[in-house]
């Protein structure tokens, strides 16, 4: 009894509290990463996931990665995915911010409309998109055909190049109402005062914008650019359900790479490596984040 009521004297109930979320991230989170990192090093494939006792290979399943061109044509696909996708967020997002921060009349019915496709699971989405981007009755051909832009439906899907842009557009529709938001709400702190002061010095609308909009809001497009850069570096679904990798490799990505060799090749060892390769990346650029955040704290 008096170790229990110790337990929630003074600060220690805190601890208490965080317990049990505390266990669930250690059973549903920490064994996973764990048990996936020691399979990386060993060789686990259909015929061996079984066995009591794995052989243990080292650092193989990472050096026939690194020897492998997908590994590095996945990671490049990641990365131009991630970019081109956050980079059309940001845009779109941003002016979007800067449109409902007027706060005209029905500005709030009409945001919470842009907010729709933020909240439809990405499944759903990636399967509307995947049916509005196919060659046969597909809308996007069907209005681009009836504008006389093309004379014929576009292999969107099918096409390397293509098949790649259908996945950015798709994803960009998902990301753009979450940065509306977020640079909406860094907006929105900024306080009236500053632009009044400015208006009686003579700045125009690009001085306001680069002098005092975007360094008042540095957090928010930390946050939405970080974050945003971690949500879409790891995407699965929207890919495996357009496009599952291809064609040819060309919508490839770590995530779908390790999907592919574990479940479908049941090669589970390397499969694992390259989810390490990901876990790495987006725990390097998590840690940047978490720099950012401080030094935004301390000034």
């Not at 500053?194 to 690009?206: F, H, K, L, P, V």
């Not at 390397?270 to 876990?279: C, H, K």
């Amino acid at each position: 009894m008096r170790v229990i009521s110790k337990l929630f004297r003074g600060d220690n109930i805190g601890f208490i509290f965080v317990l049990p979320a505390t266990i669930f991230m250690l059973v549903f989170t920490g064994y996973p990463i764990i048990n996936n990192i020691v399979m990386s090093f060993q060789d686990v494939n259909v015929m061996t996931v079984n066995l009591p006792h794995k052989e243990f290979i080292g650092m193989a399943n990472y050096i026939g990665l690194i020897k492998d061109s997908i590994l590095r044509v996945s990671l490049l696909n990641t990365l131009y995915y991630t970019v081109a996708s956050i980079c059309i967020q940001f845009i779109f997002g941003f002016l979007l911010a800067l449109f409902f921060y007027k706060n005209f009349g029905l500005s709030k019915n009409i945001r919470g409309l842009i907010l729709i496709p933020w909240m439809i699971p990405a499944t759903i989405t990636a399967l509307i998109f995947k049916y509005m981007f196919s060659a046969t009755g597909g809308i996007i051909d069907q209005i681009l055909m009836n504008l006389h832009i093309t004379s014929q439906p576009v292999e969107w899907l099918t096409h390397p190049t293509s098949a790649m842009w259908s996945l950015i557009i798709t994803n960009s529709w998902i990301g753009i109402p979450f940065t509306m938001i977020m640079l909406l709400t860094g907006l929105t702190t900024i306080p009236n005062e500053i632009y009044e002061s400015t208006d009686i010095d003579g700045a125009n609308w690009w001085n306001k914008l680069i002098h005092i909009t975007l360094p008042m809001i540095k957090p928010a497009i930390e946050a939405v650019l970080i974050l945003g850069f971690i949500a879409t570096f790891k995407v699965f679904d929207l890919v495996y359900v357009m496009t599952k990798g291809g064609p040819v490799d060309s919508t490839e990505t770590l995530s779908t790479l390790s999907y592919r060799l574990s479940f479908t090749e049941f090669n589970f060892s390397t499969g694992a490596a390259v989810a390490n390769i990901l876990f790495v990346i987006l725990f390097l650029v998590s840690l940047g984040y978490l720099k950012l955040i401080k030094e935004d704290e301390v000034m």
